[in-house]
Structure formats: structure tokens, C-alpha cells
């Protein structure tokens, strides 16, 4: 395991646009989705922040908590992750997305015992196509250099990034955990959905 400090991030920049609203704000047992993994990943890691674009980040639920507002514009979450590694270059980063409503702490208590000392990004196989997951991965503060390669060559896709680097990459130990919600009927068949 590694020895240095981790953050969490929760990335929260997005503009949600097939879902036809904030993402980060939909409502889960009283708390919005946002808060819910910020307390997660507050239960696992030494600080946690949320990132943000910088039209965010005076937003009344964003603003509650520390906040990563994004250096990058047009990078989607790369901008957020390799935002997080700038401002904090000697952390590495456990980083997940607000659109995930199945993830919990046995998934994340998994990810960080199995992860990997030496490569840069420690990401589950999607249980759908098999595929690195980087929106739910701990990304090592020697990723930063990795990333900043990719971007300049115009790869901006975290899931490229890992598909084409040496990463670790573990079994899901819950299938499910990981499926994300993008669109009205993706809500409808999740957690949110049935609780909201």
C-alpha cells in the first residue's frame, strides 16, 4: 500500500444534460447524492473534496465542502482529476464520480486494499465490457505526469488513459456498484429512483 496520504474526490463538475438536471443534487434519504458520497469518502480517506467547474463553485450545496475548482476547461473529468493532483501534487487521490448511487464502503474498503503500490492507477474491470472504471479508481500522485502526456496528445478520456497505461485493475466484488445513472430511466432503476 502506499504510504502517501489519500484524498477523496468527488467529482462534481459536470452539466448533467441528458439527465435534465444537477446530478450532484439529486435527493437520497434526505441528503443530496453529493453529500452522501462526500460522507463515504470522508469515512475512508484523510480530507475530501468535491470538484467543481469554476461556475459551481458558489453553488449553495458545492460550497459546503472543500472544494477542487477545475484549472481546465472541455477536459470533462480529467479536468477534475488532474486538477486535484495539481493542487495536492505529493496526495494520492481515491476519486468518484457523483453519478454512481450503488457504490458503498465495502466496494471502496476493496479497491484500497487491493490497490497497487507501484502503478500509477489502481481502477475495478467494468462488469459490463470489462473496461477499466476511472470514475470510481485511486489515481497515484505520480499520475499526474501520466495524465498531462495523454492530454497533450489529445486523449482526454480518463478510460483511454487506463486502457493504454499500466494499470491495476481488480473484479468488481458487487457487479452492480458501479452502473451509473445518466438519463431519467437510469434514475428510475436505481437506488435514487426507488427511494426518491
Not at 45 to 56: I, K, M, N
Not at 137 to 150: D, E, M, P, T, W
Not at 151 to 169: F, N, Q, T, W
Request: hydrophobic fraction near 40%.
Amino acid at each position: 500500500m502506499s504510504a502517501n496520504a489519500l484524498y477523496g474526490l468527488v467529482l462534481a463538475g459536470g452539466e448533467s444534460r441528458r439527465m435534465g438536471r444537477d446530478k450532484a443534487l439529486l435527493p437520497r434519504n434526505g441528503e443530496s447524492q453529493l453529500a452522501y458520497l462526500a460522507a463515504l469518502l470522508g469515512r475512508l480517506c484523510d480530507r475530501v473534496f468535491v470538484s467543481a467547474r469554476s461556475t459551481q463553485q458558489h453553488d449553495a450545496e458545492r460550497s459546503r465542502f472543500d472544494l477542487v475548482v477545475d484549472h481546465y476547461q472541455n477536459l470533462g473529468p480529467m479536468a477534475g482529476i488532474l486538477s486535484a493532483l495539481e493542487d495536492y501534487p505529493d496526495k494520492d487521490w481515491l476519486v468518484v464520480a457523483c453519478d454512481l448511487p450503488n457504490v458503498d464502503e465495502p466496494t471502496l474498503r476493496f479497491l484500497l486494499e487491493h490497490r497497487s503500490a507501484a502503478k500509477p492507477f489502481t481502477a475495478f474491470r467494468s462488469s459490463h465490457d470489462g473496461l477499466p472504471e476511472p470514475l470510481c479508481a485511486i489515481y497515484k500522485n505520480s499520475s499526474a505526469n501520466v495524465l498531462r502526456n495523454f492530454v497533450a496528445e489529445g486523449v482526454i478520456c480518463p478510460r483511454k488513459v487506463m486502457m493504454r497505461s499500466d494499470s491495476h485493475l481488480l473484479e468488481q466484488p458487487d457487479p452492480g456498484a458501479l452502473d451509473n445513472i445518466n438519463t431519467p430511466d437510469d434514475l428510475e432503476r436505481s437506488v435514487l429512483g426507488a427511494g426518491s
